[in-house]
T-cell receptor, first 117, second 110 residues
Framework: GAVVSQHPSRVICKSGTSVKIECRSL??????MFWYRQFPKKSLMLMAT?????????EQGVEKDKFLINHASLTLSTLTVTSAHPEDSSFYIC?????????????FGSGTRLTVV | DAKTTQPPSMDCAEGRAANLPCNHS???????VYWYRQIHSQGPQYIIH???NNETNEMASLIITEDRKSSTLILPHATLRDTAVYYC???????????FGPGTSLSVIP
């Protein structure tokens, strides 16, 4: 089945630094990927839609200059949290769907737990 | 996409069937019902989806009422590993972006 790999699974960074999270579709091509964040005991919140070869579409209230998304190939999207602060600490999750041949909806990565200290 | 309503939490005894309800009274004729679940500290996992017929796969069964205004996800023999938050989502197509509500937190009890 479709597999989405997310890396790293957890990261600790210092306040003010930037962190890059990778989301790869391992056995399929994905023109669209989605990025979510999740706070403890809360549901997933959609941050942005990542489109291969074009600019990402951000949900209302999400700072595009803070959360940089790059989708340079059909199998890789990256989320960079720039100038991270403790309030950016969260669980970040990506999802992707095969371009063709699947009605099963999106496959999700296993998530990245970011802690900013 | 139509909004869904789910109970915030449920308990189920291990080995028994878990029946998770979902209301989607404003669903349109061309919208599908999708179910995902999220085990603690993991990414969500697709379970099953349907349009109007009942569906079954190796994980669960989905029962959709004739008027399509509600559905029930059935885990036939719940195990401790089924403890998770279950999300019922209505989508026009599988290409639609998935917006998660609060879901139902299912606890399977030994």
């Amino acid at each position: 089945g479709a597999v989405v790999s997310q890396h790293p699974s957890r990261v600790i960074c210092k306040s003010g630094t930037s962190v890059k999270i990778e989301c790869r579709s391992l056995d399929f091509q994905a023109t669209t990927m989605f990025w979510y964040r999740q706070f403890p005991k809360k549901s997933l919140m959609l941050m942005a839609t990542s489109n291969e070869g074009s600019k990402a579409t951000y949900e209302q209230g999400v700072e595009k200059d803070k959360f940089l998304i790059n989708h340079a190939s059909l199998t890789l999207s990256t989320l960079t949290v720039t100038s991270a602060h403790p309030e950016d600490s969260s669980f970040y999750i990506c999802s992707a769907r095969p371009r063709t041949g699947s009605s099963m909806g999106y496959t999700f990565g296993s998530g990245t737990r970011l802690t900013v200290v | 996409d139509a909004k869904t309503t789910q109970p915030p939490s449920m308990d189920c005894a291990e080995g028994r069937a878990a029946n998770l309800p979902c209301n989607h009274s404003t669903i349109s004729g061309n919208e599908y019902v999708y179910w995902y679940r999220q085990i603690h500290s993991q990414g969500p996992q697709y379970i099953i989806h349907g349009l109007k017929n009942n569906e079954t796969n190796e994980m669960a069964s989905l029962i959709i009422t004739e008027d399509r205004k509600s559905s029930t996800l059935i885990l036939p023999h719940a195990t401790l590993r089924d403890t998770a938050v279950y999300y019922c989502i209505v989508l026009k197509t599988s290409y639609d972006k998935v917006i998660f509500g609060p879901g139902t937190s299912l606890s399977v009890i030994p």
